[in-house]
């Protein structure tokens, strides 16, 4: 299937630890995006990497760090986890080659509740 | 600060309605216009996208949009209880912006 994903799709942790949600794309995208999603369901973007590259860095504290071995997966690694860090993490990805409109695609998403 | 702009709702429309879900935009450069629809408990699904001014259409979806009023709506003929959900608006700033920014959203509820 072509798609986005992401792993684990639920994450259970204790305040204070490290954790990493991966997302991989096979949709031939160059774009991929951390999207947080709070309990009132607000949709924010955290980051965004074109091409390996980090385009958007929105004001996320620095215990998020975003990593892009390769245009098909970006991963996000959060350390020292808080309890305001609970919310569900999507993925997306979109392609800025053939259109200007940046369709954008969104994974399945990751529930981080800390304890 | 580029803000995007929803009744949160809930609508609420019987089977077979039409419903209308409105959206504003404050940024008046931006160029590309999206409805995703986002189930409980799921992710958002892009069901629309929308360019340019007038209305565009899919299937039973008809998503209008109007520059000069920075208003972008999305109408749902026939409504269906399988349409019950919330749905978000998303703007584009303008063409090689990577940056999407979403409105709130609006809960759908279609009553059988």
């Known amino acids: 299937d072509t798609a986005v994903s992401q792993t684990p799709k639920y994450l259970v942790t204790q305040m204070g630890n490290d954790k990493s949600i991966k997302c991989e794309q096979n949709?031939?995208?160059?774009?991929m995006y951390w999207y947080k999603q709070d309990s009132k369901k607000f949709l924010k973007i955290m980051f965004s990497?074109?091409?390996?590259?980090?385009?958007i860095n929105e004001t996320v504290p620095n215990r998020f760090s975003p990593k892009s071995p390769d245009k098909a997966h970006l991963n996000l690694h959060i350390n020292s986890l808080e309890l305001g860090d609970s919310a569900v993490y999507f993925c997306?990805?979109?392609?800025?080659?053939?259109?200007?409109?940046?369709?954008?695609?969104f994974g399945p998403g990751t529930r981080l509740t800390v304890l | 600060q580029k803000e995007v702009e929803q009744n949160s709702g809930p609508l609420s429309v019987p089977e077979g309605a039409i419903a209308s879900l409105n959206c504003t935009y404050s940024?008046?450069?931006?160029?590309?216009f999206f409805w995703y629809r986002q189930y409980s408990g799921k992710s958002p699904e892009l069901i629309m996208s929308?360019?340019?001014?007038g209305d565009k259409e899919d299937g039973r979806f008809t998503a209008q949009l109007n520059k000069a009023s920075q208003y972008v709506s999305l109408l749902i003929r026939d409504s269906q209880p399988s349409d019950s959900a919330t749905y978000l608006c998303?703007?584009?700033?303008?063409?090689?912006?990577?940056?999407?920014?979403f409105g709130k959203g609006t809960k759908l509820s279609v009553i059988p």
């Open positions: 997306a990805s979109s392609t800025t080659s053939g259109s200007p409109y940046n369709e954008q695609f």
């Open positions: 949709l031939g995208h160059d774009t």
């Open positions: 990497y074109n091409n390996k590259e980090l385009i």
């Open positions: 940024d008046r450069g931006s160029q590309s």
């Open positions: 929308i360019y340019s001014n």
């Open positions: 998303a703007v584009n700033p303008g063409a090689g912006s990577y940056q999407l920014t």
